[in-house]
C-alpha cells in the first residue's frame, strides 16, 4: 500500500475548480510531482518541483503544498481533464526512494 | 523530442524471467542529470516505482522488488533494461518505462515509454 494517500474519486461541474490531494509524511520535506494518465495511455508529468508546469500542460493546473499534504488545482475543469491523477514523492525512510499515491479519479460532469 | 520505445514478450510463464527492453532515441543516456526508471502498473490499479539505473550503472530497487529485479544499461545502443525474476501472476501489469530527474526537493519523470501490457500465466 501507498505512504502517500490520495481520495480516490473526485468530481467537478464543467468550467468550475477542483482540488485534488496528496498526504504523506514525505511532502513535509519534499515537493510532489502530479500525472495525469487517461485509460489506455501512459502517465503524462503535468506538474513538478514547487509549482512548475512542462510544455504544453495548460495554466489552468497549478500546485500547492501544506504541511504534508500537496495540491493540484484545475481552475476552470475542461472535459478533457477528466482522467486518473497520481502524486509521486520521495520517501527515503521505508528504504525506497520513490513512491506513487494511490490515485483520484476525476470525472468532469 | 526524446522518445522512449518499449520492447518485449507480453506473456511470461510462472517462475519465468520477465525481460523488456527500453530504446531511447533523440536524447542520451549517459546525460549527467537523468536516471532512467521502470515503474509498473497492474490492472485497475495504481503506479508503482520498480528502480532506475544511472548511466555510471548506479542502480537503486524498490525494497520489495530487490531480491528479484535487475536493471541495466547499454549506454553504446542508448537502452535499459530489466529484469524480473521468479515472476508469478502477481507481477502481472502494465511495465513503463521513464526518464527520471531526482532533484534534491523535487524529483519527477517527465518522458514515458508507451507501455507493455505483461501478463504472467501457463
Known amino acids: 500500500s501507498s505512504e502517500l494517500t490520495q481520495d480516490p474519486a473526485v468530481s467537478v461541474a464543467l468550467g468550475q475548480t477542483v482540488r485534488i490531494t496528496c498526504q504523506g509524511d514525505s511532502l513535509r520535506n519534499f515537493y510532489a510531482s502530479w500525472y495525469q494518465q487517461k485509460p489506455g495511455q501512459a502517465p503524462i508529468l503535468v506538474l513538478y518541483d514547487k509549482n512548475k508546469r512542462p510544455s504544453g500542460v495548460p495554466d489552468r493546473f497549478s500546485g500547492s503544498n501544506s504541511g504534508d499534504t500537496a495540491s493540484l488545482t484545475i481552475s476552470g475543469a475542461q472535459a478533457e481533464d477528466e482522467a486518473n491523477y497520481f502524486c509521486?514523492?520521495?520517501?527515503?525512510?521505508?528504504?525506497?526512494?520513490?513512491?506513487f499515491g494511490g490515485g483520484t479519479k476525476l470525472t468532469v460532469l | 523530442q526524446l522518445q522512449l520505445q518499449q520492447s518485449g514478450p507480453g506473456l511470461v510463464k510462472p517462475s519465468e524471467t520477465l525481460s523488456l527492453t527500453c530504446t531511447v532515441s533523440d536524447g542520451s543516456i549517459s546525460s549527467s542529470y537523468y536516471y532512467w526508471a521502470w515503474i509498473r502498473q497492474p490492472p485497475g490499479k495504481g503506479l508503482e516505482w520498480i528502480g532506475n539505473?544511472?548511466?555510471?550503472?548506479?542502480?537503486s530497487y524498490h525494497t520489495s522488488l530487490r531480491s528479484r529485479v535487475t536493471i541495466s544499461a547499454d549506454t553504446l545502443k542508448n537502452q535499459f533494461f530489466l529484469r524480473l525474476s521468479s515472476v508469478t501472476a502477481a507481477d502481472t501489469a502494465v511495465y513503463f518505462c521513464?526518464?527520471?530527474?531526482?532533484?534534491?526537493?523535487?524529483?519527477?519523470?517527465?518522458?514515458w515509454g508507451q507501455g507493455t501490457l505483461v501478463t504472467v500465466s501457463s
Open positions: 539505473i544511472y548511466y555510471t550503472g548506479a542502480t
Open positions: 521513464a526518464r527520471h530527474f531526482p532533484g534534491y526537493t523535487s524529483s519527477y519523470f517527465d518522458y
Open positions: 509521486n514523492s520521495r520517501d527515503s525512510s521505508r528504504g525506497h526512494l520513490e513512491e
